[in-house]
């Protein structure tokens, strides 16, 4: 659906993505992940043609969108939805002609426009909040509204610039869960940028992580939560606090076995207790997985680790 390949990009000289490559499928919802400046808002905007890039490659369907031409590039857009932070909402205008506004400006027919208004905003719950304009709406609202109107076009892809960041968390697992029924329905590619972890954790199928325009990580979402390499526990900030004796084996559990009582039956067949230091559980994308660190005596270290490897459990020594 989407096939990005040592994508590069430059201000100037200053470079703000290096060497990108990735593919999204169709029907995916695919994350962009970075901090302030890693440069996901640059590379969504490649994505639908507002930003060109030096060299590499950008394909959305089949077509290479550094080479499309004006008009071109206008009827590609239209296959591409977008939705942003603060809404970019009309204030003059009325909920149903601002999502009407894309259609008008396409040139539909009254009828067609009237009955694919009223569609879209029973669709996001809004049928109710027809007359009302932006000014009497919550900002969660708005959104919806939002994500509407990027809709009236029917678009294959639909791009969103951290279109969660101004809501409170439960206007945002709201939303969250919209798109996600949109998604199932409508079988739209999803792409979000966001800084936000725990907006990757809810939706996202797939994640891709951004530190200054490199690619620092790229895999499935559940993978990169499950067990993270160091550039990820650091983008987290995470700080995992251990015992300073003894040994510290971290154990990782995906969602087929997170609800495992693994650490029992190995205290009970291998006739030894263990310090559990911590653990925790998640939900990853609808799946429970889960971590737990244990701290052994060192005279134990290997009697335990071939146990664990006996079971194909992941782990390792912190």
Known sequence: MISIKNLNKYYGDIKVLNNISINIQKGEIFAIVGHSGAGKSTLLRCINGLEDYKDGSLLVGEKEIKSLKKEELRVFRKNIGMIFQHFSLIQRKTVFDNVALPMELWGYSKEEITKKVKDL???????????????????????????????????????????????????????????KEINEKLNITIVIVTHEMEVVKQ????????????????????????????????????NEVVPSNGVNVKLYFPKDNAYQSFITKMARELNMDFNIVWGKLEEINTHIVGNMVINIEDKNKNVVLDYIKQHDIVWEVL
């Open 203 to 238: 939706i996202a199928q797939k994640a891709l992580l951004l530190e200054h325009g490199n690619i620092i990580g790229l895999d499935d979402t559940e993978e990169l939560f499950l067990k993270p390499d160091e550039k990820m526990k650091e983008f987290l900030g995470e």
């Open 121 to 179: 905003l029973s669709l996001v719950g809004l049928e109710h909040k027809l007359d009302s304009y932006p000014s009497e709406l919550s900002g969660g609202q708005k959104q919806r509204v939002a994500i509407a109107r990027a809709l009236t076009l029917d678009p294959d892809v639909l791009l969103s610039d951290e279109a969660t960041s101004a809501l409170d968390p439960n206007t945002t697992t709201s939303i969250l869960n919209l798109l």
